[in-house]
């Protein structure tokens, strides 16, 4: 069980990584940008066409308001990019919102800014695949109709290679990233030189389609409402810009300025693709429904809507399919890298989290990656619930997404603030207070800019589904301030401890062999006991039956031992609590002695050998424990079936000895 | 959780039982009979019915067959008892069955035995409580059409009362068994009385239906076919009557005469109800059809067939409503108290072979009834598991059940030849010698009997249902086999390594304490650790975190311990593998050194904290057993919080201090 078990975490897995080689992996931008701007790029793919679908809830002619709600879309874009590359300048380590918010906001503020970021990578991972599932189902009729399953197998794929190692080489993310800004840059400039200098009609295989409002015409506060609703939509766009503040450290160096210039690329890129996009939707008439059945009353029978970047790429390439499905292709393959960056961040994150105790400490350190696959599983687990939950429909799960980003951005912008004023505070130099003076400009004007779309993603997505991440968030809030009240009670209460008590050496160590045989485990913890030389050493036996315990004290005098055997009588034939009155007895006798039990094991290699050995001492060992002043030993006796694992244990895996050859694992750091 | 679940099991359980206080606890003859022969008798409301019913098969002329049928039964029933009353002579210990078999024809026939009776255990709870479900039902129509859902709960309700504690009283197996037995002769009085005496008319309410042969007339062989399974089905009043060989240890003085008696008496008792019904039911024109449905044509709508008790009932007392009541409840009572008594038989049957080393050692010990209290839930879960998957119809039970008695029945009877040819084989007094000769004589015509009736049962069962039995009986025999093995490996394994090497005192004691950072557990773990006086004492660490490491580093150098301490490299940010090659590196250096591992550890009261804690400790540990000439040592820091399960160990169930309050629970069994 266990043997199978470690060969398929081993399969799924793969070889773990040397944290030493990981350190030197610095990305120059060419690579670094594809690394950290999959993310923000594949928000490309469907922000624009959530603006068309929640404009077309008020009919056809409210897609005119579409290029001027891209137009703020970029202003709010450029505003954050500009924002964040101070970020990036004053906080160099790699911390992103987190750090910025926790130095200058506070605790609560970071954990506020964390639970935000946990929801978001989950959210990530779902609304990516669900979008890329939509995509892919435009060229292949069979996916669309299965979005749910595609998209859960999706999930469990990506898991499984996140499981066997991540970030195994730059080029994985370059080639699907620049392929996909140059297929959209490309049909971009196609698409407008046909429309614009050529003149040519390229319409939209939706183009006819009549889109009917589904309450009617709507005027005034209604319209108004419905306009920033589809604004809010359209700023999933923003989704992902943050990531690069995570990243600084793998930059080369300068590495600040370096992740600043990747950063300004990156928005620069994101905001032509983004209107262009916008644009080639107009001139082809791409009609977008948000229920296609009841809104598109002209549509032929079984009229599936394609994803707008489709329907854009089929009409702009029209008699070169070709071009088709490169579009679709590596918009699909973009949305996946991105879902990817969710299974990167997110443990990266809890491994933070656990270094401030917010989180299982354990999770700190990688211990063969096992905490950080807790992690991954983890994130796969949720986004496939929310994946069947909403049905992989973007529409309805990108009204969950938006509100986590920008608590973020808000929080790390108003840090920012913070950041400067406390900086100002102490800096004489002027034209570095010039500098500083501009930056904290920059960031309050982003956080103007994010403040005020939070209110309206709030106002306008709270019953759409925002109230679902907000709930998420407070519940991880909620844990993870129990689970650091827990361990700061644990640090004062060994605080008050030590000032109470300071340690002396026990007066004398109290040794007791606990025997229910006179076996050779039995004969090694009396042997091992013996070389612990002891103060006292006695053998104990709990008598659950008189003809036993009348056989083993006859071997036992035989034997000559130099130990007293003692014989705890058991009225209800068990063993633990005998034994605990027993070590509570020699202790109260003895305050200051220190009780060690010694307890003879069998080590076994096979599961259920464990179930038919030790129970009765397991049981016994775990209740000792809870009695102050008292060690426990265990003596294990390895049983022939134990050797395979102990053998595998250090020599199977390999990649461990292979790793270690060239290196002595102990080095004395002390002189 | 683990508070709860104690408290649960407390309410549940009761308070554990003295062992001494159950030995002295010798039952009467006329206590014995009811504790011992509930599931015998019971046995009489079952058995009856079913040759009536399987006959039914062949239509009404076939009834005639059942009083025929009935006086074989008895013949097998007093054959038995008599050869019983040469087993409780022979094999007072209460053994029974599985004793006979394996001192008489070894392991194997033993191990059969025993399979055999844990499979009917299992059984005796699924048939008893699904007839008692069908005679209240008689009684109450709507448990009738509920009868699956009335039994699980009878057994769960079973279950529950047997974790309290069993046996608490003779009187309340008495009362219900004597208030049976007293019942039904009654109403076998009566009614011959009425029907014979006076020439009363007592129609039962079947009386006048007509039964349709299920294929037809049957004659020639399918009529000898379908008799025989009568007769086996009929056998099924024979289930129990071994239950008293089981319980000889619990008599008075003179321990296998009274047994002999009890046995006796319970035979004749069993044998005029069987008869008694038998008369009764052809008396009154019990109508009683395998499938009511198809073969009672002419019923009236809505005809729900009663058991034949109940029918029987209603005609002798009719104009007597309490009569028929009153028996079919002491039926349902007494049949519930058959099922009880498997759960008092299946766990001692299991801790015997526990002894034996065919279950899992700790089936042995009683340990706060941990082990009992498994045995009585598996019981009732196996129980209730053919209860749903046979729709609790006692007539497709009684199928599995009859051969699995009847194995054991053959086995011991075959033992008990051979028991007396060995004893006469020594034995010259001619007297005793005619008194052996005369005891082998009726065992041999008991296994001739038995015999002859498991080759009937094999035949006409095995397709409807027997084979279920023989296969849970082949599993269970391999599952023992297999136990057995192994602690036979283990004990080999020990045995040659004893005879390869005496034990030596290891030559010096190496000790490692592993510090992860320098806090009072640690210190304490170090002050532990020094006071066992070690040849070498080294503290460790492990390095997955430089940062930490070399602050670790600076306090250890600062506060001038006299340990040093090592810092072991982790390139991959583990824990385990490091500390394990370290370890296996000292053990090659030094091969007769024994190395000790002192690990600090954290303890909790609440399952969550748990998971907040110790993590990698508790993963190093199990890994550092597998490794040979290692201990490792266990140095618990208590938290708070776990005060209260120490407190809970010793002090909280109360039960055990007050019976120790007036005996000292340790006595020194040396001089």
């Given at each position: 069980m266990s043997k199978f078990s470690t060969a398929a975490k081993r399969l799924l897995v793969g070889r773990p990584f040397r944290s030493d080689r990981l350190a030197h992996t610095l990305l120059p931008k060419r690579i670094a940008l594809p690394v950290f701007a999959s993310d923000a790029m594949s928000s490309v793919a469907y922000a624009p066409e959530e603006i068309f679908l929640m404009l077309s809830v008020a009919g056809l002619?409210?897609?005119?308001?579409a290029p001027w709600i891209g137009v703020v879309v970029v202003l709010v874009m450029l505003t954050v990019v500009a924002s964040y590359r101070q970020n990036v300048r004053a906080y160099?380590?790699?911390?992103?919102d987190y750090e910025v918010a926790t130095v200058n906001l506070g605790k609560q503020a970071g954990l506020t800014v964390a639970s935000a970021l946990l929801v978001d990578y989950v959210l990530t991972v779902a609304v990516s695949i669900a979008s890329a599932a939509a995509n892919i189902g435009s060229a292949i009729p069979f996916v669309a109709t299965h979005k749910v399953e595609f998209s859960v197998v999706a999930i469990i794929v990506l898991t499984a290679i996140n499981l066997r190692g991540i970030r195994e080489s730059g080029a994985a993310f370059a080639v699907p990233t620049y392929a996909f800004m140059a297929g959209i840059m490309l049909m971009i400039a196609f698409g407008l030189f046909r429309g614009l200098v050529l003149g040519d009609d390229m319409p939209a295989e939706s183009a006819n389609l009549q889109i009917n409002a589904e309450h009617g015409d709507l005027a005034g506060l209604a319209l108004v409402f419905l306009v920033l609703r589809a604004f809010s939509s359209g700023?999933?766009?923003?989704?992902?810009?943050?990531a690069i503040s995570n990243g600084v450290?793998?930059?080369?160096?300068p590495k600040s300025k370096n992740a600043a210039t990747t950063l300004l690329l990156m928005g620069v890129i994101a905001v032509v693709m983004l209107m262009g996009l916008i644009v080639l939707a107009q001139l082809t008439g791409v009609r977008i429904a948000e229920?296609?059945?009841?809104?598109?009353?002209?549509?032929?029978?079984g009229y599936e809507q394609k994803t707008m970047v489709a329907q854009v790429a089929e009409a702009v390439f029209s008699g070169f399919p070709a071009g088709f499905f490169f579009i679709t292709a590596v918009t699909a393959l973009i949305l996946v890298l991105a879902a990817n960056t969710a299974f990167n961040g997110f443990p990266v994150l809890g491994s933070i989290l656990a270094q401030d105790r917010?989180?299982?400490?354990?999770?700190?350190?990688r211990g063969d990656r096992l905490a950080f696959s807790n992690g991954i599983v983890g994130l796969a687990g949720f986004a496939v619930v929310l994946v069947i939950a909403f049905d992989a429909e973007v529409t309805r799960l990108i009204q969950l997404y938006i509100v986590g980003v920008f608590v973020s951005f808000t929080m790390s912008q108003t840090g920012m603030i913070r950041h400067w004023n406390r900086h100002l505070a102490t800096e004489t130099d002027p034209a570095e207070r010039r500098r500083m003076r501009r930056s904290q400009a920059i960031n309050a004007f982003g956080l103007a800019m994010t403040g005020s779309v939070l209110v309206v993603v709030l106002i306008t997505k709270f019953l759409l589904g925002a109230w679902i991440a907000i709930a998420a968030m407070a519940v991880i809030y909620l844990l993870m301030t129990g689970i650091r009240k827990h361990y700061d009670r644990v640090a004062d209460e060994l605080a008050r401890a030590e000032s109470e008590s300071s340690f002396v050496l026990p007066s004398r160590i109290h040794t007791i062999v606990l025997v229910s045989k006179l076996h050779l485990p039995t004969r090694r913890a009396l042997a091992y006991a013996r070389a612990t030389r002891p103060d006292v050493l006695e053998a104990i036996t709990v008598n659950v039956d008189d003809v036993d315990t009348k056989r083993l004290v006859a071997e036992w005098d035989k034997e000559n031992f130099s130990v007293p055997l003692k014989v705890v009588e058991s009225p209800y034939r068990e063993i633990t609590k005998p034994v605990l009155e027993y070590v509570r007895r020699v202790r109260s006798d003895n305050p200051r002695d220190v009780v060690t039990v010694f307890i003879p094991e069998y080590v076994v290699g096979r599961w259920w050998e464990q179930v038919l050995h030790n129970q009765s001492a397991l049981r016994l060992k775990g209740r000792l424990l809870f009695q102050p002043g008292v060690m426990v030993t265990s003596v294990p006796w390895q049983l022939e079936s134990s050797e395979k694992v102990a053998e595998r244990d250090l020599v199977a895996p390999g990649a461990i000895r292979r790793g270690l050859t060239g290196k002595d694992p102990m080095k004395d750091a002390r002189k």
């Open positions: 002619s409210a897609y005119a308001f160099p380590s790699g911390g992103g700023c999933a766009a923003l989704t992902g810009v943050e450290p793998a930059f080369r160096k229920d296609p059945a009841t809104q598109l009353v002209n549509a032929p029978p917010y989180l299982p400490r354990q999770l700190h350190t």
